[in-house]
């Protein structure tokens, strides 16, 4: 699997977020390689998008997100759960590509058993999950997304008419932007009716 160049993460958000639907996620684990293919995304674009974490401005949590494109972002949620985003765009500007969900294809029974579930809809079809599937945290924050542990591997594109844009999941400000991205009719989407 060839991991996907630096520079493909420094294209506008948009682009990103739509291909890199298909696109393998790949992690290295115990002698193990665990992959996954991405079904959804969501993109957070700049200080002026009001559901991303950078809205606020520069913060040591953002930190990562201000930085060169193809890093990992990888932060802590209700107490409970990390997501996994992808910075992009040019260094100085915060924006990143949240990995919604993905179809696992490699490595299987790891995922199996760091989620404790045996129905494989479930290893990865939301962002909580998918760190969980992938045990992702923040020891792997600021990793570079082109190289092991973890990277995201080149695969076909997926032509633009299989592709559903949706108003993003969980936020109460931004909602009017159609900034998340799905392959049509998957069934490891997170929230496959959301509109």
Not at 82 to 106: D, S
Request: proline share 7%; aromatic share 8%; with cysteine.
């Amino acid at each position: 699997m060839i991991a996907l160049p630096q520079q493909f993460y420094a294209q506008d958000t948009i682009t990103v977020a739509k291909q890199l639907l298909g696109k393998l996620l790949v992690r290295h684990l115990n002698g193990e390689v665990l992959a996954a293919k991405i079904v959804e995304t969501e993109a957070y674009i700049g200080e002026d998008d009001p559901a991303c974490h950078a809205a606020r401005g520069r913060t040591p949590r953002t930190e990562i997100m201000y930085g060169p494109p193809g890093f990992a972002y990888i932060y802590f949620i209700y107490g409970m759960y990390f997501c996994l985003n992808a910075v992009t765009e040019a260094e100085g500007f915060p924006a990143a590509v949240l990995i919604r969900a993905a179809e696992p294809v490699g490595g299987l029974e790891q995922m199996r058993r760091l989620r404790r579930v045996k129905n494989d809809l479930q290893l990865a079809n939301g962002p909580g999950k998918l760190c969980q599937a992938f045990d992702l945290n923040r020891d792997l924050n600021g990793a570079p997304l082109t190289q092991p542990p973890l990277y995201i591997a080149d695969s076909p594109v997926v032509p633009s008419d299989e592709i559903v844009a949706t108003s993003r999941v969980g936020i109460s400000a931004g909602k009017s932007h159609l900034w998340r991205f799905l392959i049509k009719n998957n069934r490891f989407a997170s929230h496959p009716n959301h509109r």
